[in-house]
C-alpha cells in the first residue's frame, strides 16, 4: 500500500467525516428488533459509500500486517463500525486453510464485494481464544454444523458466516456457512456499544465445501487480528483524548478555559502519551508478524494494554466534558459506549494476560 | 449480603435497619424494582409508590421532625434508609432532590409557611423538589450563573436557563439560584428561590443522556415570584448552597451504589465458578476491601453528622473516595462477565437484567454529580492541606 493511499484514507477517517462515521452504527437504544433497528437511508448511503472508497482503496486487499494496523488505527480513531475488521480476520483463516475451493469468495472479499461474519463464541463468558463447541453432521451432500454464536457482529451484512468452533475432539475447526440457508437463524441483540450484533443459531446448517482443522492456524490468525484490534483501541483512545482537549479550549470557568487548568491537561497529556505507545506497541508486534515471528504472547499483551487505556480514556473524555459529556449529543459518550464492548471482543483483559503469562518464558526480550 | 453491616450500629439503629429492609423486601416491593429495571427506554422512575410506602412510616425523610412527616430520628437512621434503598435497586434520584437537597434547605433556612406548605408532601412521597443550579455555561463555576430576577413592584420576574437537572419534568417545585443583585464579585448577590415548576412562565426540555433517566434544560421566561419565594435570605444565596450542600455529602449514597454492582459481580463470579478462580477472586477481594474502607469513611461522616459537626474535608474525601471505586468495579464487571455484562435491559437475556450495563452507561455521572471529584479534590487541598 502506497503513502498516498494511506493519506487518503487519514482523509476518508479524518476530522471533517469522523463526526458522521462516529454515529454511522447507531441504532436507537432499545430497538433491537423493528422497523427502527435498521440504519436510515442516508446512513446506508455513507455506509455504502465508505465501504466503496475501501474497496477502491484497496484496503481489503492482501496487505502486510504493518500497513493493516495502520488502517485499523485510523478507524478505531473514528469509531467506523462494520463487517471490515472480522471480514479481514475470516479471509486470513479461510486463506491459511490453503482450500482453493474459497477462492472466489477470497477474490470477493479482496475486491471489498464480499463480507464475512467471524462466528466464534459460545457465550460472552469466554473470548474466541477458546471457540464455542461446534457440532458437525456428516451429511449424504456433504457437512452441516450446529451451535450457537451469541456475539456475531454484522451478520446480517454478510453473507457468509466464517464458524469456528471446538469440534467432537475439542480441537477448532472451520465452517464457512452460508447466511441465506436454511438452519441458520439471526437475532438482533441490544447491547452498550449499539453496534450491530446477532444471536446466530445454527442448526444443522450447510457447510460450503468442507470442515478444515485449525488448530494449528487460529492462534496466529487471532493474534492478528489483536493486534488490528488493538492498533484501533489506541486510536480510539488518542481521539477521545482530542475531543476532550478540544471541549478544555473551547469551555470557559474560573474566568480562563479550562484549558489552562494544570490537574486535567496533564491527565490528558499522560492519556495522550500512553495512546501513542500502545500505538507504537501495535505497529512493532505488527512488523514481528511480518517477519514471520511468533506473536500470540506480544499480541495479547498490547490487546490487554489498548483495551484497558480506550476504556480509562473515553471514561475520562467524559468526565472533563463535564454533564455534557453524559448527553446523547456529546460524542463523548459513543467512545465509552464502544469501548466496552471493543476492549473486550477479541478477549478481556484476564484472559489475554493468563495467555500471555503462559508464553511469558517462551517469549524473548525486545531487542 | 457482604458490605451490609457498617458495624457500630446501635441496637436502636440496626433494629431500625432491620425493619426498613423487611420493607424493601415485601413482594410489592420486589416487583416494583424489577419493573424499574425493565423499563422502555425513555420512561424513569418517577413518583414511585415505595417513596409512599416509606412516608407513611416517617422513613422517607426519618431524620426530620415528626410535624413535617418525618421521624424524628437521626443522621444513621436517614443514611440507613438511603443504603437499604439502593441495595434494594430503587433508583434514588428524586429522594436525593427532594430529601436530601431540597427538604434540607427548608428544614434549615425555610419560614414555617415554607416547611408547612412544601416538607409534609415531599416526606410522603408524594411532592417531587427538583434542583436547578447548573445553567449552560456555569457547572464547576457556579457564580458564573446568569439567570436573573428582575425587580417587578414587590417582588421579581425571574429569566434564565437551567441545564443538566432531572427529574423537573415530575417536579413540583424546584430550587432555583438566581442573580438579585450584579455585583462585581461573582458570588454576591444570589438568591435561592423556590421555584413553582407547573408555571406558564417554566418550560421543560428533555436532554437526552446516555443513561436511561434524561436531563432537563429548564427555560424560565418571566415568573413572577415573591418575597414568600425566597428559601433563606435575599443576595445570601452562594452562603446557603455551599454550606447546605456539604450536608448532604457524605457518601454514603454513592458507596451504596457502587456496592450493589460490585455485589453483583461477585455474584456472578459465583455463579460462573470464577469465584474460585484466584484471578478473578483477587481483584474482587481488593475491590471489596476499599469499598468497606470507603464505608467506614462514609459512616464517619454520617456519625459527625449526627455528633452536629460535620467535616466538610471528610465529606469530601468520603465522596472522592468512593466515586473513584466505580470505575474499578464495572471494569471488573467486564472482566468477569465479559461480553454479557455489555447486554442492555432491552436485549431480553441480559444477566441480572441490565443492572451491569446500565450501571456501565451511569458510571462516569458519579465523578460529575454532587460536586466533581475535582471540586473534592480542591477543597482537600486547600482546606486541609493549604495548598492552590
Ligand atoms: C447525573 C447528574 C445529575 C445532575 N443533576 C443536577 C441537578 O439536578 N441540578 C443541577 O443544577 N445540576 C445537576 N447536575 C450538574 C452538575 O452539578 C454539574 O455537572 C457539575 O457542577 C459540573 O459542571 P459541568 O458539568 O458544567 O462541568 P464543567 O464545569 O464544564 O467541568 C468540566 C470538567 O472539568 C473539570 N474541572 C472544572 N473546573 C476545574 C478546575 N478548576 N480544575 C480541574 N478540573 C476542573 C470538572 O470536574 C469536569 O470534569 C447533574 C450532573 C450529573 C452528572
Known amino acids: 500500500m502506497t503513502t498516498a493511499v494511506l493519506d487518503e484514507l487519514r482523509e476518508l477517517f479524518g476530522q471533517e467525516l469522523a463526526p458522521v462515521l462516529r454515529r454511522l452504527g447507531e441504532r436507537p437504544r432499545g430497538a433491537a428488533d423493528g422497523p427502527a433497528a435498521r440504519l436510515g437511508e442516508e446512513d446506508a448511503g455513507t455506509r455504502d459509500a465508505v465501504w466503496a472508497t475501501l474497496a477502491e482503496l484497496g484496503a481489503f486487499g492482501p496487505h502486510r500486517e504493518a500497513e493493516r494496523v495502520a488502517i485499523a488505527e485510523l478507524m478505531g480513531a473514528a469509531l467506523y463500525q462494520s463487517p471490515y475488521a472480522d471480514t479481514v480476520t475470516a479471509a486470513a483463516l479461510l486463506a491459511a486453510t490453503g482450500d482453493p475451493a474459497y477462492g472466489p469468495l477470497l477474490d470477493e472479499a479482496a475486491r471489498g464485494a464480499a463480507a464475512v461474519a467471524l462466528a466464534v463464541r459460545e457465550d460472552g463468558l469466554s473470548g474466541p481464544a477458546r471457540p464455542g463447541p461446534l457440532t458437525v453432521h456428516r451429511e449424504a451432500d456433504g457437512y452441516a454444523v450446529s451451535g450457537r454464536r451469541p456475539f456475531t457482529a454484522f451478520a446480517a451484512d454478510c453473507g457468509h458466516l466464517a464458524v469456528v468452533g471446538a469440534g467432537s475432539d475439542g480441537e477448532p475447526v472451520l465452517a464457512l456457512v452460508p447466511r441465506e440457508r436454511p438452519g441458520v437463524r439471526l437475532t438482533r441483540r441490544d447491547d452498550i456499544g449499539r453496534g450491530d450484533l446477532y444471536a446466530v443459531e445454527l442448526d444443522r446448517a450447510a457447510v460450503s465445501g468442507a470442515v478444515h482443522p485449525v488448530g494449528a492456524l487460529w492462534p496466529a490468525v487471532l493474534a492478528a487480528a489483536r493486534v488490528r484490534q488493538a492498533a484501533a483501541l489506541a486510536g480510539a483512545a488518542r481521539?477521545?483524548?482530542e475531543l476532550a482537549a478540544e471541549r478544555l479550549r473551547s469551555r470557559q470557568a474560573f474566568g480562563q478555559p479550562l484549558a489552562r487548568q494544570q490537574a486535567p491537561a496533564h491527565r490528558l497529556a499522560a492519556l495522550a502519551a500512553e495512546a501513542a505507545t500502545a500505538a507504537a506497541f501495535a505497529r512493532s508486534v505488527a512488523a514481528a508478524a511480518d517477519r514471520g515471528e511468533?506473536?500470540?504472547?506480544?499480541?495479547?499483551?498490547?490487546l490487554y494494554l489498548a483495551g484497558d487505556l480506550a476504556r480509562r480514556a473515553a471514561a475520562e473524555s467524559v468526565h472533563l466534558h463535564g454533564a455534557h459529556g453524559m448527553t446523547e449529543a456529546c460524542d463523548a459518550q459513543l467512545f465509552l459506549r464502544r469501548a466496552a464492548v471493543d476492549s473486550q471482543w477479541l478477549g478481556t483483559g484476564t484472559e489475554l494476560l493468563r495467555e500471555a503469562a503462559a508464553l511469558?518464558?517462551?517469549?524473548?526480550?525486545?531487542? | 449480603m457482604t458490605g451490609r453491616h457498617p458495624g457500630g450500629l446501635t441496637p436502636a439503629e440496626e433494629e431500625f435497619r432491620g425493619r426498613v429492609r423487611a420493607l424493601l423486601a415485601e413482594d410489592r416491593v420486589r416487583a416494583l424494582a424489577d419493573e424499574i429495571a425493565a423499563y422502555p427506554p425513555g420512561t424513569e422512575a418517577t413518583h414511585l409508590p415505595v417513596h409512599r410506602w416509606l412516608g407513611e412510616r416517617g422513613w422517607l425523610a426519618p431524620n426530620w421532625p415528626q410535624e413535617y412527616g418525618g421521624a424524628g430520628l437521626g443522621a444513621a437512621e436517614a443514611a440507613i434508609v438511603t443504603e437499604e434503598m439502593t441495595l434494594a435497586g430503587i433508583p434514588d434520584d428524586?429522594?436525593?432532590?427532594?430529601?436530601?437537597?431540597?427538604?434540607?434547605?427548608?428544614?434549615?433556612?425555610?419560614?414555617?409557611?415554607?416547611?408547612k406548605r412544601h416538607l409534609p408532601a415531599l416526606a410522603a412521597g408524594e411532592e417531587i423538589a427538583t434542583v436547578l443550579f447548573t445553567e449552560p455555561d456555569a457547572g464547576s463555576d457556579l457564580s458564573a450563573l446568569r439567570t436573573t430576577a428582575r425587580r417587578d413592584g414587590d417582588g421579581w420576574r425571574l429569566y434564565g436557563r437551567k441545564i443538566y437537572n432531572m427529574k423537573s419534568q415530575y417536579g413540583e417545585v424546584a430550587l432555583c439560584a438566581a442573580r438579585t443583585t450584579e455585583s462585581p464579585v461573582a458570588m454576591h448577590g444570589i438568591t435561592l428561590f423556590l421555584l413553582p415548576l407547573r408555571s406558564p412562565g417554566v418550560h421543560v426540555e428533555p436532554v437526552p443522556t446516555l443513561c436511561n433517566d434524561r436531563f432537563n434544560l429548564v427555560v424560565i421566561d418571566g415568573v413572577r415570584l415573591t418575597e414568600a419565594d425566597v428559601l433563606g435570605e435575599v443576595d445570601n444565596g452562594w452562603a446557603l448552597m455551599n454550606d447546605l450542600l456539604q450536608l448532604e455529602r457524605t457518601g454514603v449514597d454513592f458507596h451504596a451504589k457502587a456496592r450493589r454492582l460490585l455485589d453483583l459481580v461477585t455474584e456472578r463470579a459465583a455463579a460462573t465458578g470464577r469465584l474460585a478462580d484466584p484471578a478473578y477472586a483477587l481483584p474482587l477481594a481488593a475491590l471489596d476491601a476499599r469499598l468497606r474502607a470507603g464505608h467506614a469513611m462514609a459512616w464517619q461522616q454520617v456519625r459527625n453528622l449526627g455528633a452536629g459537626s460535620p467535616d466538610p474535608v471528610g465529606s469530601a474525601m468520603a465522596k472522592w473516595y468512593v466515586t473513584e471505586q466505580i470505575r474499578p468495579v464495572l471494569d471488573l464487571a467486564l472482566e468477569v462477565c465479559g461480553l454479557e455484562a455489555a447486554l442492555t435491559a432491552w436485549d431480553g437475556a441480559a444477566p441480572d437484567g441490565g443492572v451491569l450495563e446500565a450501571g456501565l452507561r451511569m458510571g462516569p455521572s458519579h465523578r460529575l454529580a454532587s460536586g466533581t471529584s475535582e471540586v473534592m479534590l480542591t477543597l482537600i487541598a486547600t482546606n486541609a492541606l493549604g495548598l492552590l
Open chain 2, 94 to 115: 428524586v429522594h436525593v432532590l427532594s430529601i436530601d437537597i431540597v427538604g434540607r434547605f427548608l428544614l434549615e433556612v425555610g419560614t414555617e409557611e415554607q416547611k
Open chain 1, 360 to 367: 511469558l518464558s517462551d517469549t524473548p526480550n525486545p531487542r
Open chain 1, 294 to 302: 511468533d506473536v500470540r504472547a506480544t499480541a495479547a499483551q498490547v
Open chain 1, 239 to 241: 481521539a477521545a483524548v
